[in-house]
């Protein structure tokens, strides 16, 4: 006579409970050698050497190798790191974390390539298209190539300058926190940036198809605080001074250049000046509150911007700009839905 459901079931539940005890014991043994084991890897680099290797697919050598243990895996620290066949790509001081646990994962990487203190530039040709530039150079191409199959590459302690001269900006971030992952043709990125290291900081997120130049970015935070960020914020003679609140930015990008602009930000405390006039004071504007829903986006040889919700508050009155549509092309065309 077979068993009620609910006994059996009881039974299953006890066996998984067995099971998985049994797995932590193998696990926290298996973890407990490693970590007893890894001081040998530093009188044997040349095993390290030989399993980075074919990890990357294509030859990996250092220089020097230290190594620690983390509560995330074994942490290989290495000095004079290149990548690929002949001088390849020079890296130099590098890590190379195994992540015993979260690799394991569908969709993660057994390794992370951390790069720390590395000096990037972001820069805007005179089409409008970006370019990173400040990566370690490769003698074969683009060196995401020799890196992407070391897994996700970090970058801490980073500083990144800013040169857009068709905006009027020559700026540098003193420190960034950067993720980024390459998976074929995608490119997945994650930044954390401070204007100033004692100011609120950023974040960004971009997906973008590295060959063609499509994909889409995101640029946010709550709070954020503008007063800080000034010298990067400037297009068309206006600069934007201050102002608090909630930012978030959607931004899509073909062939590295944007087409597409989306907001939904409520700032306070906003201030804007104008372009400075020979012989006059500086004009700006101060608002108490900004509520803004909008979207530009390139049409042809010229653009539109779309205004679903617009609230401008100086003072107790508040002026109220929702429905408002521009088209800038041959003609100017300016409607509104009140």
């Known amino acids: 006579m077979s068993a009620p459901p609910r006994l059996r079931l009881r039974r299953i539940s006890r066996h998984f409970v067995a099971a998985c005890a049994v797995g932590l014991v193998v696990l926290a043994l298996l973890v407990g050698t490693l970590s007893q084991l890894l001081p040998l890897a530093e009188r044997h680099p040349q095993a390290i050497a030989a399993w980075l290797s074919e990890r990357a697919g294509q030859p990996v050598r250092f220089e020097q190798l230290d190594t620690a243990w983390t509560r995330r895996g074994p942490l290989l620290q290495l000095k004079g790191l290149r990548i690929g066949a002949g001088q390849g790509l020079a890296i130099g001081e590098a890590e190379v974390l195994v992540s015993m ?19 990037l530039d972001l820069q805007q040709a005179s089409d409008g298209r970006w370019s990173v530039r400040g990566l370690p150079q490769s ?11 070391l897994g996700e590459l970090q970058v801490i302690g980073g500083r990144l300058g800013v040169h857009a001269p068709g905006l009027g900006v020559d700026a540098t971030l003193p420190r960034i926190d950067l993720r980024l992952r390459v998976d074929g043709d995608r490119l997945r990125v994650g930044v954390r940036a401070w204007a100033q290291t004692d100011a609120l900081p950023l974040t960004a997120v971009l997906d973008l198809d590295r060959r063609h130049g499509n994909g889409q970015a995101w640029l946010g935070a709550d709070p954020v ?32 250049a944007p087409v597409a602009l989306t907001t939904d930000s409520d700032l306070r405390e906003v201030r804007i000046d104008g372009a400075p006039l020979p012989g006059m004071t500086t004009p700006g504007l101060q608002l108490q509150r900004v509520q803004a829903r909008l979207r530009w986006q390139r049409q042809g040889d010229g653009w539109a911007l779309q205004v679903p919700r617009l609230r401008l508050q100086a003072g107790p009155d508040q002026q109220q700009l929702d429905g ?9 065309r300016i409607s509104s839905g009140a």
């Open 101 to 119: 646990y979260s690799g394991l994962l569908p969709g993660r990487s057994l390794t992370e390539l951390r790069l720390r203190g590395l000096a």
């Open 139 to 149: 003698s074969s191409g683009d060196p995401l190539d020799a890196l992407r199959r």
């Open 225 to 256: 605080d503008f007063k800080a960020w000034s010298p990067l914020l400037a297009a068309g003679g206006l600069r934007l001074r201050e102002g608090k609140g909630e930012l978030n930015l959607w931004l899509v990008l073909r062939d590295f």
């Open 324 to 332: 408002l549509q521009v088209q800038v092309g041959k003609q100017l």
